[in-house]
């Protein structure tokens, strides 16, 4: 329910860090159905469970202003009663059997989840394809789940990150759709209605902007003959998607600071990043470990944490999405503080920009990522949101043979490069939510990168 | 949220993944363990899972917040923290990083209870692994000027997870008074002032009495033929001497007689109560029935805590329960509720109690009893997906006390529970006298209240 916060989103990231040599292992088939489904099927035949993933193009980015959250609040809706099963009912049968079905909206996307055992894939499948093509939006249901997203909206204003992270979008994507949390807030979640529900879900909830990837103990065959008898008869629709204007950049570094009664001032600083389809994406990549993505290994915790003990909790995180996403440093210091970290922060932004990275760095951050590929896709789970990622953002099959190359390819003066063209001391958003009159912001700060 | 923050981490992102298992079972009836102990007293499980070229090294000291002293809450932590800092070999800061540029992620998490250090990597670096681990079990270089620093990454680590989230801090209280004399009173982080209090030489002296191998368990899962990994850790792990066996804590809690309750008043958004009773843990025979009811109450939309509390009565935004059996000493059974905007905390506290009484009158049905049964066993299933769980699951049964097998056999037990035994561990166990009521009650923040006093002038 509650919306995901930096933590989570720096997760996300590191969810395309795939990639590599072990390619071998890895062989999934793609078919395409005669209704418009993208499914991916990997054969895993060593546990008898089943994880399938479903992700819908029907994320927040395609709320009109005026209903935020509509596309998150249909999503909450799905496994709320369907027209043949109540809601209760829905918990119960996949409860009953062990499974678990949920659902989630995002930004770009939504998404299903459903594992179950193989023994029982046939009521799952019954389940997932329930909640994705029928759901009932009843009255009753409506009204309550409202007023839980209303009250999770209110619960989140006791979480710095989320606020921090809020404010930042609003700042870096003026005119832009990232700018609103996916959930919407109180204002607009207030007014959606049943019928702004159903309509959204008539619209966007069609085979052709689902991508299902079934990962397990399941044979193509018998994949594909679930798939047929379950999402067989879902009816494809086309639909002219909108265009999206690019967010206005800021003129100026541009900061809001927020008061709260917090002994820890959390600190977002950044702009607008780059699409994941940008091909400077694997440089992207290395610089931004070497920066702040690498954790013990990268700079800013190396510079904030391990040298001067301001922060237990400190990065950088690219969100590399279907369209640019930020590019945001995050910190989270005692009030006092402040200051002397975001000084800090700045003087690694500017130093990424103006020298080349060292030999060793560039080696080491390459070899963690293609190293690690294994690490991403040891179990069902991550596997079948990974395969979905790489369908919906068109990397195709041999991505796993490509990305490890992709990144060894990256030399200093791509890093150099893309930190030049990527990181903009000029004109980023601060947010600071602190206990204002202890953090003492300085808003002569900024004059350090000049 | 996870009601009961039993595991701290070095850094967040794998804090998020532990805290998925904190409070839950699995069990291990399928997996094939060997078990080997040193001469020196280390022992070694070694699980051999060939799905995925990775594996995952996991070492398992005896010590956690349970083993601390009053005044020094926090050390086990601390010198959690102060493993990262180097030994002669590998310098400040070197083990992450050589970990990392393998294509390997570490990092270690401290409970009431243990402090474990695990590293995930491709298979073929499983040497790599056993080598820095056996050599930080010994010499850790402890120095002063890194651990004033570190000490003061750990007090950013309190108030980032505890200070400035009104529901930890209210978890936090509820504890410090449900555990009046155990160690299980104070916060695994520690409080700022004893933090301030340590000293490099009660981290050293800490070192020295716990990190010994016969109190340490080696966990290795994944891709390794078992021969293979075996000969690699005593190759590393042999020549280290064996230590005095550390004393066990000897602190037990008097018998709770009559409620106990306390107030959290803060800037907050909503309401939340977070309540506990006394229960034992895997020692007793009642365990099984205990983690059955928990399923009957909390697993899932179709339990009876969300059925009642958010889904029929709309009083709540979340509500769940929990027991973790796998402590070393007995813990609490708790329950959870956030309250929904324009509702009432006393209202959610009757229907959570509500739902315990109803369980205390009469025996859950046996489709609830099928039910929890059918969910023990899939979630079984399911957490063998990942080498790392399986691991960590076994890693916890053995260092608490409960043995891995504990883990093997749990299943079959759970199997033959039954309404009755359920009916008669809730009337056991749930009883208001064993109980500790904590309440987080929002007040107007500063700001607020001095709009208010402005307004009102």
């Known amino acids: ?450 | 949220m996870t009601a009961n923050q039993r595991i701290l981490c070095r850094v967040s992102a794998a804090c998020l993944l532990t805290l998925f298992l904190a409070g839950q079972q699995a069990m291990a009836g399928r997996l094939t363990v060997h078990e080997f102990t040193l001469a020196n007293g280390l022992k070694v499980l070694l699980v051999e899972e060939h799905k995925a070229p990775v594996i995952t090294v996991q070492i398992w000291y005896k010590v956690g917040s349970r083993n601390e002293v009053m005044g020094r809450a926090g050390l086990s932590h601390m010198l959690e923290h102060m493993m990262f800092k180097g030994t002669p070999k590998y310098g400040k800061g070197e083990f992450s990083k050589i970990i990392e540029k393998n294509g390997g992620n570490d990092n270690a998490f401290t409970s009431q209870d243990y402090t474990a250090y695990f590293e995930n990597l491709a298979a073929d670096k499983l040497e790599l692994a056993l080598e820095m681990e056996a050599d930080r079990m010994q010499g850790l270089l402890l120095d002063e000027k890194e651990f004033k620093l570190e000490r003061e990454v750990v007090k950013e680590e309190r108030r980032l997870r505890v200070e400035d989230v009104p529901m930890a801090y209210l978890v936090e209280e509820m504890h410090a008074q449900a555990f009046m004399v155990h160690p299980y009173h104070w916060p695994i982080i520690g409080w700022f002032n004893d933090l301030d209090a340590m000293t490099r030489e009660d981290l050293k002296a800490y070192y020295e009495k716990y990190y010994v191998p016969n109190n340490a368990t080696l966990v290795i899962a994944g891709d390794v033929k078992a021969e293979t990994a075996m000969a690699l850790v005593k190759k590393y792990f042999e020549g280290i001497p064996q230590g005095s066996p550390p004393p066990p804590p000897s602190v037990v809690e008097p018998q709770q007689r009559g409620e106990r309750r306390i107030v959290v008043k803060r800037d907050a958004q909503l309401p939340f109560i977070y309540f506990g009773y006394k229960v034992p843990n895997f020692k007793s025979a009642d365990v099984h029935a205990l983690a059955v009811l928990e399923n009957i109450l909390s697993t899932g939309k179709s339990a009876r805590l969300y059925d009642s509390l958010v889904y029929r009565k709309k009083l709540a935004l979340q509500v769940g329960a929990g027991y973790d059996d796998l402590a070393a000493d007995p813990e609490l059974f708790t329950f959870y509720a956030t309250v929904k905007p324009g509702m009432n905390i006393a209202d959610v506290e009757k229907a959570v109690l509500a739902e315990i009484e109803r369980l205390k009158k009469e025996p859950p049905t046996d489709h609830e009893l099928q039910k929890a049964k059918h969910q023990v066993e899939a979630r079984y299933l399911f957490e063998q997906d990942s080498v790392f769980r399986q691991a960590m699951l076994l890693g916890t049964a053995e260092t608490v006390g409960a043995g891995w097998q504990y883990v093997a056999d749990y299943v079959d037990k759970l199997r033959g529970i039954t309404k009755e035994d359920v009916h008669r561990v809730a009337k056991k166990y749930l009883n208001e006298d064993a109980r500790t009521v904590g309440i987080l009650m929002p007040v107007p923040s500063r700001s607020e209240r001095a709009e208010a006093a402005r307004g009102a002038r």
């Open chain 1, 1 to 450: 329910m509650i919306r995901a916060a930096l933590l989570l989103a720096a997760l996300v990231w590191d969810g395309f860090f795939v990639g590599a040599s072990d390619a071998a292992e890895i062989k999934p088939t793609r078919t395409v159905t005669e209704n418009g489904m993208t499914v991916l099927i990997v054969d895993q035949p060593s546990l008898p469970i089943v994880t399938v993933d479903v992700l819908m193009k029907a994320g927040a980015v395609y709320d009109p202003d005026a209903k935020a959250g509509l596309a998150y609040m249909v999503a909450e809706m799905l496994d709320e009663g369907t027209k043949t099963r109540s809601a209760t009912q829905i918990a119960e049968q996949i409860e009953f059997i062990g499974g678990e079905l949920s659902t989630e909206g995002g930004e770009d996307n939504a998404t299903a989840r459903l594992r179950i055992l193989r023994k029982d894939a046939d009521i799952g499948f019954t389940l997932l394809a329930d909640i994705l093509r029928h759901p009932k939006f009843d009255p009753k249901e409506v009204a309550r789940v409202r007023d839980e997203l209303v009250g999770s909206l209110q619960s989140e204003k006791d979480e710095p990150g989320t606020i921090a992270t809020k404010a930042f979008n609003e700042l870096v994507f003026k005119g832009h759709p990232y700018r609103r949390p996916a959930n919407g807030d109180e204002k607009t979640v207030t007014k959606l209605s049943r019928q702004d529900l159903v309509k959204f879900h008539d619209k966007f909830y069609r085979p052709n902007r689902a991508i299902m990837a079934i990962v397990g103990d399941l044979r193509e065959a018998e994949a594909l003959a679930l798939v047929k008898k379950h999402f067989g008869t879902w009816a494809p629709k086309a639909l002219p998607l909108p265009a999206f204007p690019a967010p206005e950049p800021l003129p100026k570094p541009t900061l809001k600071l927020i008061d709260k009664d917090l002994t820890q001032a959390t600190i977002v600083l950044g702009h607008v990043g780059i699409a994941r389809r940008n091909p400077d994406f694997y440089a992207v990549a290395v610089m931004n470990y070497i920066l702040g993505g690498g954790g013990f290994s990268s700079r800013l915790v190396h510079r904030i944490r391990e040298e001067q003990g301001l922060a237990y909790d400190v990065g950088s995180v690219f969100e590399a999405n279907v369209m640019p996403g930020s590019f945001a440093v995050h910190v989270q210091t005692r009030n006092a503080a402040s200051n002397q970290a975001l000084a800090s922060v700045l003087q690694e932004l500017k130093r990424i920009r103006t020298e080349p990275v060292e030999d060793h760095e560039l080696a080491d951050a390459k070899a963690y990522l293609i190293g690690s590929f294994p690490l991403r896709l040891d179990t069902n789970a991550k596997l079948a949101s990974l395969l979905n990622l790489v369908e919906l953002h068109g990397l195709g099959l041999n991505y796993f043979d490509e990305y490890p190359k992709a990144i060894a390819a990256v030399t200093k003066e791509d890093v150099l490069r893309v930190a030049q063209k990527y990181i903009n001391p000029d004109r980023y958003a601060l947010v600071v939510v602190a206990k204002l009159a202890e953090a003492k912001i300085d808003a002569n700060v900024v004059s350090i990168t000049k």
